[in-house]
């Protein structure tokens, strides 16, 4: 059975969903003013493998995911360039496609955009009023956090995550966010025209379209708080129930010590880096690593997984054709599966595999094939004939 660190708790559960045959999973999406970088493509591909193995142990897997389409960032470069928000957002869902496409990311079960919820977020935001848990403060509605019972599902430290809170005029409580700002443009609403505020977002579009309760919600470190804290406070507030069973969350690929991140300007964009290397290589270079550990990006270690890559698929096309597993190769099948079982450890899966490849190419082992074809299946890492 797999087991799989859970941000809420701090260890490595035993992952048993509601349902014996299937999976409910909410990812959050990018915000759409820009193109993806490797950080994402870490983000994105790291939850594939989990979603590529949960399906390779029969479960069905309904993965929701959204593009963050209503933000400043996306106002501002659509000035700049004389478009409309709609238009650069529009652009850059279509530009995400193209570089997971091109990294073999399989396709959500379904998109949602934060445009098309505006109804159902006001609906949440007037339910959360009448519940007493929002009030309205001045040109905004808040979510009043200490009387919802406070933060505490996910951050254990608050003193140092929320140190550079400052208490703003208007807001009872020093953590309380803004559920709905009324700008006079926008959104028209009951509390006047403006934009919602982004955790109520990703909460009316996961229960949309996956219930009350999920079993898996996957984002980057960044997002732990405040904006899943958030987002579990404003679900518990309006049903009562635990939202999430499995928060999981992966680590940051790093440039020059610091988050890769398109605001700092630190970036490294996907298609820059398969102009030089093949999308099979940088997902052999995302994998060599457990999605929980840190990872800085250079060439060094890009060579490397390519160094990696060309002896897996050496291996693999001196191995194709040969469908017959013996002990060895089952032994080996083996550690490959355990090593994903225990939290997805990618890195561990590989290290399984370069081993495996060196007997191979050593002609000591036969009949590997099929385990070549669960780094296709399982790890997405296409084996190109060599
Ligand atoms: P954003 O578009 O910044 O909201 O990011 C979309 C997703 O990518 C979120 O889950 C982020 O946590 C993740 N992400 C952004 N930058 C990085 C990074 N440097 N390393 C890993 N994940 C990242
Ligand atoms: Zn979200």
């Not at 254990?156 to 009872?172: H, N, P, Q």
């Not at 440039?255 to 290397?277: F, H, N, P, T, W």
Request: proline fraction near 3%; charge should be neutral.
């Amino acid at each position: 059975m797999m087991r799989i660190f859970n941000t809420r708790t701090g260890v490595k559960e035993f992952f048993i969903p509601q349902d014996p045959f299937e999976v409910k999973v909410y990812v959050c999406g990018p915000t759409v003013y820009d193109l993806c970088h490797v950080g994402h493509a870490r983000t994105y591909v790291n939850f594939d493998v989990l979603k590529r193995y949960l399906t390779s142990l029969g479960y069905n897997v309904i993965h929701v995911q959204n593009f963050t389409d209503i933000d400043e960032k996306i106002d501002h470069r659509a000035k700049k360039e004389g478009l409309s928000p709609r238009e650069v957002a529009e652009r850059f869902i279509m530009e995400y496609f193209f570089d997971m496409d091109s990294l073999n990311v399989t396709r959500a079960t379904r998109y949602t955009k934060a445009s098309e919820y505006v109804p159902k977020i006001i609906k949440i935001t007037e339910r959360l009023l009448e519940l007493g848990y929002a009030y309205r403060s001045g040109d905004a509605i808040y979510f009043d956090v200490e009387g919802a019972g406070g933060f505490g599902e996910l951050v254990r430290d608050l003193k140092s995550a929320i140190v550079d809170e400052v208490r703003a005029s208007g807001k009872r409580g020093p953590f309380d966010f803004v559920l709905w700002r009324i700008t006079g443009e926008g959104f028209e609403s009951p509390f006047g025209r403006g934009v919602p505020g982004w955790h109520t977002e990703c909460v009316a579009m996961s229960m949309d379209n996956l219930g009350e309760v999920l079993d898996i919600h996957w984002g980057g470190k960044d997002l732990i708080y405040p904006h899943h804290e958030c987002e579990a406070l404003i679900a518990k507030a309006l049903t009562g129930k635990r939202f999430v069973k499995y928060w999981v969350h992966n680590e940051f690929v790093l440039l020059k010590g610091q988050k890769m991140s398109k605001s700092s300007g630190e970036r490294a964009y996907i298609r820059d880096v398969l102009k030089r290397y093949s999308a099979e290589v940088l997902r052999t270079w995302i994998l060599s690593s457990n999605y929980r550990e840190k990872i800085e990006f250079s060439e060094e270690s890009l060579r490397k997984a390519q160094l990696l890559y060309e002896k897996i698929s050496r291996a693999a096309t001196k191995a194709r054709g040969n469908e017959g597993m013996g002990q060895c190769a089952k032994d080996y099948a083996e550690l490959f599966m355990s090593a994903l079982d225990d939290d997805l450890e990618t890195g561990q899966a590989l290290s399984v595999v370069e081993e495996l490849s060196d007997r191979v190419l050593e002609g000591k082992i036969e009949g590997a094939w099929r385990i070549f074809s669960l780094v296709e299946s399982v790890l997405g890492i296409k084996i190109r004939p060599h």
